[in-house]
């Protein structure tokens, strides 16, 4: 494990993104956290995208992603945001990605890919830089689930969603490199809060462990 060092938890509310390319364990990370006294756990909705009111955007996003990429991360970014806001109890509250990962992983690289256009990208950042401003979707720590493109496929092969059939290497690796770029380059885009690095190829228990001793040791 490799980290910068937040300061230990004080009275105030401590607010963790787990993030990490799709398939990197995300949520059986946030399941196991999920039963510790310190957290409360808040997860990606994404029943919501696979049902928007019967339709599954999940599934039209990978059927067609020139027509559904604006909109699905139109929808993402609100869904997200409506997690950054949610009051919770324990003292710390861990959520399942972050309206930075949408942005400057998601958005950027259907951008790059030339799948959005340049207006859709315009309006996609104007939220973005609306929904962060004052502080609003402030983080005081990211756990980056560091994970190889060949290990995500792997996973994402075995758990078989069916909408993310058509997911492989060549973008599992383009949202790789903007993951480490955003996290470990730091740039273009720096991250809001110090970042905990977790060799998430290794088996899920010992990531698990690794993540939940490192969040003790902030609140003892
Ligand atoms: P992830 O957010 O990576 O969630 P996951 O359940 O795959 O994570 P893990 O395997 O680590 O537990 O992706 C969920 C799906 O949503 C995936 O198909 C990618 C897609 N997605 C986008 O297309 N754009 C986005 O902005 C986000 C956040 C997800």
């Known amino acids: 494990m490799n980290q910068t060092s937040p300061s230990k938890i004080t009275k105030k509310k401590f607010s963790i993104a787990v993030e990490g390319n799709i398939g990197s364990g995300k ?10 006294y310190l957290c409360d756990v808040v997860v990606e909705p994404i029943e919501s995208w696979t049902n928007v009111n019967g339709h599954n955007l999940l599934a039209m996003l990978y059927k067609d992603p020139v027509r559904w990429g604006m909109t699905f991360q139109a929808y993402a970014q609100m869904t997200l945001t409506k997690l950054h806001a949610l009051q919770t109890k324990k003292p710390v509250k861990v959520m399942e990605r972050s309206i930075y990962s949408a942005r400057y992983c998601f958005v950027e690289n ?12 315009e309006i996609l950042n104007e939220w973005f830089n609306f929904m962060t401003e004052n502080g609003r979707c402030n983080l005081d720590m990211i756990i980056y689930l560091r994970t190889s493109p060949e290990v995500c496929l792997e996973r994402i092969k075995a758990r078989n969603r069916p909408e993310e059939k058509s997911i492989d ?17 730091k740039k273009p885009y720096v991250p809001c809060a110090p970042v905990l690095i977790v060799d998430a190829n290794q088996n899920q228990e ?3 462990k690794e993540a939940n001793e490192y969040l003790t040791n902030l609140v003892c």
């Open 27 to 36: 949520s059986t990370i946030l399941s196991l956290l999920d039963k510790s």
């Open 169 to 185: 290497l060549n973008y599992l690796t383009a949202l790789n490199n903007l993951h480490e770029q955003w996290l470990i380059q």
């Open 206 to 208: 010992l990531v698990y």
């Open 110 to 121: 259907l951008y790059r890919s030339k799948i959005l256009q340049q207006v859709e990208h």
